[in-house]
Nanobody, 127 residues
């Protein structure tokens, strides 16, 4: 199983980045893909997920209207389009896969139910 994030980088406040999560080794359509972020010294934060079987999505309040999650089942890849970036979005961003799609809402955003994780990609937003 592999999840490989890419697309992070340094951007000015108000700018955009598109993160990708390329996966292999599991049946993509049966899983939810979540995006998480972590700042050193703080707890990991789940920010968005998509269930690949039906395209249902979830966002935390702080990213609603700015971030958009999507996935391509044929490419087994998920994306996180991040617009109107703020300095407080600076973090290491991870994607993860969960087969526990019987959960919904914030219950499917808990990191403990994600089975596979990527290594992360750094996003830095300068003010």
């Amino acid at each position: 199983v592999q999840l490989v994030e890419s697309g992070g980088g340094l951007v000015q406040a108000g700018g955009s980045l598109r993160l990708s999560c390329a996966t292999s080794g599991f049946f993509f359509e049966d899983y939810a893909i979540g995006w998480f972020r972590q700042v050193p010294g703080k707890e990991r934060e789940g920010i968005s997920y998509i269930t690949n079987s039906d395209g249902a999505t979830y966002y935390i309040e702080s990213v609603k209207g700015r971030f958009t999650i999507s996935s391509d089942n044929a490419k087994k890849t998920a994306y996180l389009q991040m617009n109107s970036l703020r300095p407080e979005d600076t973090a290491l961003y991870y994607c993860a896969a969960s087969r526990h799609t019987y959960y919904s809402g914030s219950n499917l955003m808990r990191g403990t139910i994600y089975d596979f994780w990527g290594q992360g990609t750094q996003v830095t937003v300068s003010s």
